[in-house]
């Protein structure tokens, strides 16, 4: 079988690195020939546009709707935007029409794959996938409301003229439902465990970052992601920390991510007389990030209960599951049901600093509970190995081109 993913994102962004190459690298896995077409967060710094990895076939083919440089993200101006995504959709509309996959797998609901995934879809025929982990119009992250409307309009039309919907949690599956798609198209992807990308972990490179910190010595919290306020409330993390630390102070917060709000977060932490006890590290390659996990005594995702908080299902519960870290959470949409029971984590009240720091206290103080949460959390992470939930997909291809051929779609 042949399968083409057409991406909006490239894959050292967390979707990119923690769900769409995983799944990739476990079809190739199964003997599939697979090749990705993506965007490049930073497509003019590219010197390999194109290049084989793990068997897999990449291109970056044109650069993406925002601009990441460093540890910011940016946002292009109206006319800048309007010419960087028409190109980014030609282009892919190109390689997904001189494809000859028989499967075309989009990343999430975007113009530019959804035009090039329905154009093919419906001039050659092409069986056409769609993934939703999220939806954009949540998050308030827009210049203007035309630019919301837009993207509205292609994340409520392009599900309904797709073969089938992949989806990583039950809000999303609800809200897909809404849309008017057929719940028999809809299939339950939850995020998973990547298995090769934490195998055979260079101790003597974390400790050099451990060095390098100034970290010997110190328990460290760690929180890895989007330092964007919308999806990633790290404002509640340092109010939790700063309560963390008046009963520790020997503990360390250890931040590792880039994003629109991250000098907001800097000078908030400064405002909290923190500076001393946090460390913002930036944005990482993904191959490097299984080494700041390594740093950690306890993993933390704050988490608001809103249709943001509800649609997301944290990369970072996972990693920290394979990695061995113990991951304290809080009580919103499908994480109490994928910790299980006994749960493989600590799960704190929604929203609430003084709940999370006290979640992250319990951790720190119980060598014995942070040793359960991990060994939990390791098992636990088997069931959702990437290798598991790439056979989950290959059966759904397999029984579409089926239906296809015997023209029961």
Known sequence: MKILFLLTQDLESPGGVGRYFPLAQG?????????IAALHSNYSSLSRKHYIQDGIDIDYVAQMHVLKQNNRKSYFPFPRLIEVTTHATIELVKRAWNSNADVIQ????????GIAGLIVRFTRGKLVFLDCD???TTNNRFSGAWQKVGVRFFETVIPRHVDYISTHNNFLRDYILKLGVNPNKIIYLPNGADFNRFANIDTSKVENIRADLGLEGKKVVVFIGSLSLPSHPIDILLDA?????????????LVVGGGEQYDQLVARTRWLGLEQAVIFRGRVPGSEVP??????DVSAEPVIDNPIG???LPLKLFESWVAGVPFVTQDV???????????AGLITRAGDPNSLSQGIIRVLADRDLAEELRKRGFERAKMYSWENLARQMEAIYLKAISEKNVGTR
Request: net charge neutral; aromatic share 8%; charged share 20%.
């Open 241 to 253: 920390f700063q309560l963390v630390h008046s009963t520790q102070p020997q503990t360390m917060l």
């Open 291 to 296: 080494l700041y996990y390594k740093l950690a």
């Open 134 to 136: 999220d939806f954009e």
């Open 333 to 343: 949409g499908d994480r109490r049901m994928i910790l299980g029971d006994p749960p």
């Open 310 to 312: 509800k649609s997301m």
């Open 27 to 35: 079809l190739a896995h199964l003997g599939h020939e697979v090749s």
């Open 106 to 113: 989009l990343g999430k609901p975007h113009p530019m794959n």
